[in-house]
């Protein structure tokens, strides 16, 4: 297909493997890097007039895409990296793009000794991916020191949200299904370099001790329940370390389901069904996943 007039780079038939952090997953027919706003305005006006759904993707790491792919086209910006510092009285204001990645922001932020979210370090998604699932670990969440972010939404228009918004709460947010994070200013306070540095040391020791980081996962499968973490109800049903195909519930750590080198998508929704079905039936929990499945029917 012709992409008149798009300056970004658009792949055709790409398998998802290569996108997603569970390193599953088919193919997608277009995955399209717009350079700019003005080209993502003209990406989603070209997709609208050929009726091609669409969806976002960030860095994949909270997506687990079905083995016979999309049929929705897959939009990127990570190429429209921006980033500036405007310095208020007591630290600054950081302006950054939704397609930065999460991990690379924090240390940018700590170089310039400003602190706020070193407790999110090592979340591997974008800035966006990241507004949108409103993640967060010990105890901190993106939303907390967000002032507003700016978000394309289906309509094509450009609305800027606060921070305060009522609808972010754990793991939700005010961004849509469709709609584009493109943005985002983070009120950050200024700290000794060093400090924030030994913060950002002890988020990564921990997770490393805690995470199976030795293999592909998607990070916490399903969410807490009534401020318990899901881990607690998946290890009392005895249900750490079983496998379907290739896929395994963890035995570091059983809320995250890890591919070990074979896994399709179905082995991990069946492994997903399996944990959900075990844990009603010893603790009368029902689980709730917290990663995003696409592509799969029903
Ligand atoms: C090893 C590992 C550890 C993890 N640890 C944590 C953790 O501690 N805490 C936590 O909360 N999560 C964790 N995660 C999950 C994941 O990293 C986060 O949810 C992350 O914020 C997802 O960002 P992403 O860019 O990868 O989004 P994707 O996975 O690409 O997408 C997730 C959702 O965000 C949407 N999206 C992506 N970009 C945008 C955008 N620019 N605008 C609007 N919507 C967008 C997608 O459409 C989709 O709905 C972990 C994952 C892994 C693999």
Partial sequence: MEWKGIKGTVLENVS??????????????????????????????YLAHRDIPYRFLGNGTNVIVSDSGLKEALIRITRMKQKGYKKTKN???????????????????????????????WIPGTVGGALKMN????????????????VLNTRGQ???????????GYRTSPVRPGECVISAGFSLKGRNKKEIEKD?????????????MEFPSAGSVFKGVKG????????????KGIKVGGACVSEKHANFIVNLGSATAHDVRELIDTVKRGVFEKTGVSLEEEVELWGFNG
């Fill in 16 to 45: 998802m493997k290569r996108y997603t952090s569970m390193r599953v997953g088919g193919p997608v027919r277009y995955l399209i890097y717009p350079v700019d706003e003005t080209d993502l305005k003209n990406v989603l006006r």
């Fill in 200 to 212: 950002m040391e002890y988020v990564y020791g921990e997770r490393k001790k805690r995470h199976p």
């Fill in 91 to 121: 630290g600054a204001v950081a302006d950054v793009s939704g397609g930065v990645s999460l991990k690379q922001f924090i240390r940018d932020n700590a170089q310039h000794g400003l602190s706020g979210l070193e407790k999110l370090y």
């Fill in 158 to 168: 450009i609305v800027t949200i606060s921070g305060q918004d009522a609808s972010f």
């Fill in 228 to 239: 318990e973490p899901a881990w607690k109800f998946i290890e009392k049903a005895g249900l």
């Fill in 135 to 150: 993640a967060g670990s010990f105890g901190a969440s993106v939303s907390d020191p967000l002032l507003t972010m700016r």
